[in-house]
């Protein structure tokens, strides 16, 4: 039995049930094994555009994508004449299928498994960040789950002509192996995924972003440096090393406190012993131009005063069986329940309370995946379902509640710092960070080829910890020009920051207290001056760069919310025609008119790098390229960057 309406066409297949929709300029599938269809929008929680739509007995076609429903039901997807992707198909003896489900004993939710034929030389881009995976997709199999410094976006762009979105945050596997393409979520209560497809990367991109939200602007005022190191204990180290900045003339945007400024996790205020008037210390810094972020986990222990208040009404994580929490860090904790609006709107109450009284409006969403001492998702349960079938989403229900309770409060130019993501996150004024990464040059190439597939994941405000988050020895040589060549790539990124835990440790304040300001131990000095003169005269004479650059920044971010291309944009994306550019893993254009080459090889004073068809100048010098390699001289305080002309 097939119905038929202006959008959608919905099929019944014995008692499997599935809708092809048009949607946007691209079309949804969602998919049953049995019972009704749920209306559960996930990422697809904004009404599409209104495109035209032809829809027959067996077709669906919507801008430059249509979807074939083949005899036995299975789903081939086309522009135009040229084929895109397709639905696995099994000779009859195998007993196979392309869409498979397997009930769940005792739950409504069900294993469900969508297989596609793999298409021979094809690239594939996107999906997030991944540590070991490599910048080409194909061959490799990914993990859908939120863990620190690994970032579930399940959305694919292949070299092909589509952008395909997995529609689910449940957890589960992909794999784009040679012999198959396949999605999994290992519990889900609907099969749902949409794909789009356009002439060119861009429009398929900018199709995506239609669907799923334009990002939040990032704010020209924030463009700038932000100063952060694990850790700033007190309210004297933040405000001198503000005022050391000044003293120099160096221009300071942000400067950020990080955690257990707290008495408990979960408090969320501050530690009065070594914060008496944060009052004065907001006041000053916004009198020397600089504006404060603090640190706010999702974590509450028991002996936190907020506890009780969250336990009571229901807004905490719940585990199915054991104990009652759910991470082990400095003390046993639980995480408050981002799904739900009203723990959400509770836990903003909190956040204007001890720290908007001050004036203070940025925040810093650490441990947002939220990150499980064990990663058993069936022994988690949220508002909405199990973290099985719904944990990927929380980082962006996350980010909601600071960016619901600042749009209430009026608060300009939000932007907070979100350590993961998922679809449609950027609405939610957050810039996302890759994590606790090591601070080696092997890393800083892994971070270059992540940045990219975050961007076109349709993650457009992207950074990393400058340096690396630990591992960095200030005196020690190889470190200190790792952070040169970091930090002059990090002046091509959306924001620029400064973070890491750096060697030597400089431990605690205070001895035998278990809580609060004095508890936790700090890292070296992470400023500006504090890795040598020589450094210092490089890392000052980039910041001035990043001032120049400004402007440029903020149309290149303008763009970036009205079309959804990154700042940071893959090669591809500029020339997409050009084959080398789709496996170019170690440069990127930032913006329309800047190549940038960063330099990931410890002593390395020269890189190979490829300048597509054009004219591009370097320091006054102009190349004229055909599509070629060159050797660009990269001297330790210049990294190769070339301007389109």
């Not at 910048?135 to 990914?142: A, D, F, R, W």
């Not at 992540?450 to 020895?473: E, R």
């Not at 992470?526 to 910041?543: Q, R, T």
Request: hydrophobic letters at 35%.
């Amino acid at each position: 039995m097939r119905q038929i309406t202006e959008t959608s066409l919905t099929m019944n297949h014995g008692t499997e049930t599935v809708r092809v929709e048009a949607w946007g300029r691209g079309i949804r599938v969602r998919a049953v094994p049995v019972g009704e269809m749920p209306d559960k929008p996930w990422a697809l929680d904004l009404t599409p555009p209104a495109v035209p739509a032809v829809v027959t007995e067996n077709s669906v076609e919507v801008g430059d994508i249509r979807c074939q429903v083949e005899w036995d039901g299975r789903l081939r997807f086309f522009s135009g004449e040229k084929l895109l992707l397709e639905e696995q198909s099994y000779p009859w003896a195998l007993h196979e299928r392309a869409r498979c489900y397997k009930m769940r004993a005792g739950s409504p939710s069900f294993e469900a498994t969508v297989k596609f034929e793999p298409q021979d030389g094809e690239v594939l881009h996107g999906m997030g960040q991944y540590r070991n995976a490599r910048y080409n997709l194909k061959g490799c199999t990914l993990e859908m789950a939120q863990r620190n410094s690994q970032i579930t976006v399940p959305f694919l762009l292949s070299s092909r002509g589509y952008g395909f979105l997995w529609n689910n945050p449940a957890i589960g596997r992909a794999s784009f192996a040679e012999n198959v393409t396949e999605w999994k979520a290992e519990a889900t209560s609907c099969v749902d995924y949409w794909v789009t497809a356009a002439p060119t990367p861009t429009g398929i991109l900018a199709n995506y972003t239609d669907v799923t939200g334009h990002a939040s602007p990032l704010p020209e005022s924030l463009m700038g440096l932000w100063q952060c190191k694990l850790r700033y204990r007190t309210q004297d180290e933040v405000l001198e090393v503000a005022r050391e900045y000044k003293r120099r003339g160096l221009p300071l945007d942000v400067i950020v406190i990080d955690f257990f400024h707290w008495d408990y996790q979960g408090d969320w205020s501050f530690d009065p012993e070594y914060w008496p008037d944060p009052g004065a210390m907001v006041k000053e810094l916004k009198e020397m131009g600089v504006r404060l972020m603090v640190s706010v986990w999702p974590t509450i222990e028991q002996r936190s005063k907020n506890f009780r208040r969250f336990e009571e009404n229901g807004y905490l994580v719940k585990t199915e069986r054991g104990l009652p929490y759910q991470m082990n860090f400095l003390a046993q904790t639980c995480f408050y329940d981002a799904t739900n609006p009203a723990a959400r709107e509770f836990a903003y109450s909190i956040l204007r309370e001890n720290y908007g009284q001050y004036g203070i409006d940025m925040f810093w969403l650490d441990e947002a995946e939220p990150e499980y001492s064990v990663n058993d998702y069936d022994h988690y349960r949220h508002f909405i379902g199990s973290s099985l079938e719904v944990g990927n989403i929380y980082p962006r229900m996350h980010a909601m509640m600071t960016y619901d309770g600042q749009k209430a409060d009026g608060v300009p130019d939000i932007l907070n710092l979100l350590r993961c993501a998922w679809v449609g996150t950027p609405r939610f004024g957050a810039i996302v960070w890759s994590g606790d990464v090591e601070s080696s040059f092997r890393e800083m190439k892994v971070q270059l080829s992540n940045g990219l597939n975050m961007g076109v994941a349709g993650i457009p405000w992207w950074i990393s910890d400058t340096g690396g988050f630990y591992g960095g020895n200030i005196e020690d040589p190889v470190f200190r020009e790792l952070l040169v060549r970091w930090y002059e790539w990090a002046v091509y990124m959306p924001v620029l920051r400064m973070h890491g835990d750096r060697a030597p440790n400089l431990g605690t304040l205070s001895h035998g207290v278990d809580h609060g300001g004095g508890y936790c131990s700090s890292g070296s000095p992470n400023e500006l001056w504090s890795y040598g003169e020589e450094v210092y005269e490089i890392l000052k004479k980039y910041l001035f760069i990043r001032g120049d650059l400004k402007p440029y920044l903020k149309k290149t971010a303008d763009e970036a919310v009205e079309t959804g291309l990154p700042v940071m944009r893959a090669m591809y994306l500029a020339y997409p025609d050009d084959p080398v550019c789709w496996t170019l893993s170690d440069q990127y254009m930032f913006g329309a008119d800047y190549l940038v080459a960063p330099v990931t090889d410890y002593g390395a004073r020269e890189r190979r790098v490829y300048l597509p068809a054009g004219k591009w100048e370097r320091g006054g010098a102009l190349i004229e390229s055909a599509g070629e390699w060159i050797t660009a001289p990269a001297p330790l305080d210049d990294m190769p960057v070339y301007k389109r002309v």
